[in-house]
């Protein structure tokens, strides 16, 4: 089993910035993907953005040049910072990751982009 938990979401005005992070513990293998994915109210869960143990990432077309994923391994961690947000990057942002164990969802956070 593996355990995800997110923080740093929060409210920010359009244009602000911020850091999501994604700490994860349990059998995470050392071959997997771990991803950041946002659901806005009435729509369908999305992709944001992947990263893998060799550190090849992809982005959302929606996100590109504006949001960065990374990680740390020593850490476990992954993070997502995020900058210039809009009012549609307003979700809820799950932290996922994907092994030979199966795929595991963290509990999500909160991000909220408004005047």
């Known amino acids: 089993q593996v355990q995800l938990v997110e923080s740093g979401g929060g409210l920010v005005q359009p244009g602000g910035s911020l850091r999501l992070s994604c700490a994860a513990s349990g059998m995470i293998f050392a071959i997997n993907v771990m991803g950041w994915y946002r659901q806005a109210p009435g729509k369908q869960r999305e992709l944001v953005a992947t990263?893998?143990?060799?550190?090849?990432?992809n982005y959302a077309d929606s996100v590109k040049g504006r949001f960065t994923i990374s990680r740390n391994a020593a850490k476990n961690t992954m993070y997502l910072q995020m900058s210039s947000l809009k009012p549609d990057d307003t979700a809820v942002y799950y932290c996922?990751?994907?092994?030979?164990?199966?795929?595991?969802w963290g509990q999500g956070t909160q991000v909220t982009v408004s005047s």
């Open positions: 996922n990751l994907y092994n030979d164990g199966g795929n595991y």
């Open positions: 990263i893998t143990n060799t550190n090849w990432i």
